[in-house]
């Protein structure tokens, strides 16, 4: 029996620890591990290996993905699925275990539908936009690099008596920006999930400044860039014209996709890895995607996944209430 694995889409901390737990779950149970080289791309062009123990070791601790990602337009069209059908064929690789994102699991549904190749899909993304699970596998180190950022730009805005606006990933999902909003202590937290009142924020402000506020922490996603609601250019200027106040804009950007995966993010990669080989390895017949809910993990059907638009748990953004008003 031969298992294949890939890693698809935007990258993120914990794909490695997944790639290792991979391949030595994969041995322990006596099936041949496959590395699928740079995501769909490398499908279609037969970037397949034989994995070693040589290939994984020392990757625990890395951020990215060793095996590489990629996003593909050829994998939209037939012609290029079927050679990428051709390549697994070549090596007995009947299952494949995808780490990405909907739009990962949306090209093994379609392919699984043309030839029939099983596969399991784990969510893996910093953004935590997908449908039906709790955590994508990243966030938290995603989260930690975040954190870590803000208090940083924290202790120089500080230092000036300034406003920072810091801009998180995230598309078009407002979930890494509203957890570091209240992990890191933020006064405003602009996000396209939660309507805000800027006048009600300006007097808050003045209030505090009057009172010897030092200095002003805005979390925004980058989800509002696009006319939902205030941009980050346009929050500094704000800061600057109508609060008054001197104000510096940092975009945390790519930065939050790497770095070394939190204890969390390990242990997370370990428990989706292994279930999902479990299940491979049982009479599974359909394309599923691994889920976290209320601490358990669960399978769910893609047309699950793909049902709705992920959304944020009412009770989280009840706690950023008081941060957009
Ligand atoms: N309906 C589909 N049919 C075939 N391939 C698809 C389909 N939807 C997405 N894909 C492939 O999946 C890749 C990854 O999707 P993308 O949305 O970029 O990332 P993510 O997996 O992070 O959501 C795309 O580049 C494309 O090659
Ligand atoms: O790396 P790129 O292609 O610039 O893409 C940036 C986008 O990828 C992400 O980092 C992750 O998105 P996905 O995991 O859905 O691919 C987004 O937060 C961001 O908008």
Wanted: charged share 25%.
């Amino acid at each position: 029996m031969a298992i294949a694995i890939m890693t698809s889409g935007g990258d993120c901390a914990g794909m490695n620890p997944a790639i290792k737990q991979f391949v030595d779950y994969c041995y322990t149970n006596e099936v041949q591990p496959y590395l699928i080289y740079d995501g769909l791309e490398g499908l279609i062009d037969g970037a397949i290996k034989a994995a070693t123990y040589e290939d994984v070791a020392g990757i625990m601790h890395e951020g990215g993905t060793k095996i590489r990602s990629s996003r593909s337009k050829r994998f939209f069209e037939y012609e290029y699925r079927k050679q990428a059908f051709e390549n697994l064929q070549k090596h007995g690789i009947d299952k494949i275990v995808i780490l990405g994102g909907d739009g990962s699991f949306r090209a093994l549904n379609q392919f699984h539908k043309d030839f029939g190749v099983n596969f399991v899909g784990i969510p893996a993304t910093i953004d935590n936009d997908i449908y039906g699970t709790e955590y994508c596998l990243g966030v938290d180190t995603a989260l930690n690099i975040i954190r870590q950022a803000t208090d940083a730009v924290r202790d120089t805005s500080a230092s000036f008596r300034r406003a920072c606006v810091i801009e998180t990933m995230g598309r078009d999902c407002g979930y890494l920006a509203l957890v570091s909003a209240i992990t890191c202590g933020a006064e405003i937290c602009i996000i396209p999930e939660l309507e805000y009142d800027l006048d009600s924020i300006g007097k808050r402000l003045k209030g505090e400044l009057a009172n010897g506020r030092k200095y002003i922490v805005c979390l925004v996603a980058e989800g509002c860039n696009k006319d939902k609601c205030i941009s980050t250019p346009n929050l500094v200027r704000w800061l600057e014209e109508d609060i008054g106040i001197e104000t510096r804009a940092t975009i945390l950007g790519h930065v939050q996709r790497g770095g070394n995966p939190t204890v969390f993010d390990r242990l997370m990669a370990s428990e989706f890895v292994s279930y999902s080989i479990d299940k491979l390895l049982s009479d599974h017949k359909e394309g599923s995607v691994i889920v976290y809910k209320k601490s358990e993990f669960e399978f769910v059907s893609i047309e699950h996944v793909n049902s709705q638009k992920y959304k944020i748990r009412e009770d989280l953004l009840e706690l950023a209430k008081r941060l957009v008003n």
